[in-house]
Nanobody, 117 residues
Framework: QVQLVESGGGLVQPGGSLRLSCASFGIFFSVYAMGWYRQAPGKQRELVAAITSGGATNYADSVKGRFTISRDNAKNTVFLQMNSLKPEDTAVYYC???????????WGKGTPVTVSS
């Protein structure tokens, strides 16, 4: 059974930092592209950052220079380091695993992030 389990969300003040983790179970992690998405209340889910199986990364313009995605294939885990957080970063953050060759696509249940003073 495939599971993606996010952790690390919470309440943080503007300008603060959080590190999200997503541990995967039941997939051959190293061949999957991994992504972090977020969904704010009343808005559509959007891509925040992604990392390919080869380590190439891309980011939404709104988080470039503030967020960093990374992966540890030995631990089957992907991370999202979030710095200089803003109130508009408030959302539920979801982890995604995608394999282009098979079109396999999996989602975690999300971890909430609230940026507020």
């Amino acid at each position: 059974q495939v599971q993606l389990v996010e952790s690390g969300g919470g309440l943080v003040q503007p300008g603060g930092s959080l590190r999200l983790s997503c541990a995967s179970f039941g997939i051959f992690f190293s061949v999957y592209a991994m992504g972090w998405y977020r969904q704010a209340p009343g808005k559509q889910r959007e891509l925040v950052a992604a990392i390919t199986s080869g380590g190439a990364t891309n980011y939404a313009d709104s988080v470039k220079g503030r967020f960093t995605i990374s992966r540890d294939n030995a631990k089957n885990t992907v991370f999202l380091q979030m710095n200089s957080l803003k109130p508009e970063d408030t959302a539920v953050y979801y982890c995604n695993a995608h394999r282009v060759a098979t079109m396999a696509d999996y989602w975690g249940k999300g971890t909430p992030v609230t940026v507020s003073s």
